[in-house]
């Protein structure tokens, strides 16, 4: 009983060469081009396109529009009893 203690034990590892030189940089100009990738996937979407395109802040009610002629627009159907701001006097609706 002894004795199948000390017989030698033959490991077998199996592994990936790890990549050397040229092939490492590859990998790593690979890698980056992908992750570059995903980010301007990401990056765009219609919700913050959307966001970015509303530039125009009622003063009153704090709604925001994309151009002058819906801001003059909202601003005469819905707040018809407050003065005009400078900004929407020469727009035409």
């Not at 529009?65 to 701001?85: G, N, R, W």
């Amino acid at each position: 009983m002894l004795e199948h203690f000390l017989e030698p034990t033959v490991w077998v590892y199996t592994y990936q060469a790890m990549a050397r030189g040229q092939q490492k940089i590859q990998s790593k100009q690979k890698a980056a081009k992908k992750q570059a990738e995903q980010k301007k996937k990401q990056g765009h979407d219609q919700k913050t396109a959307a966001k970015a395109a509303l530039i125009y802040t009622c003063s009153i009610c704090r709604t925001q529009m994309p151009d002058p002629k819906t801001f003059k627009q909202h601003f005469e159907s819905k707040h018809p009893k407050a003065p005009l701001p400078p900004e929407l006097v020469d727009v035409e609706a």
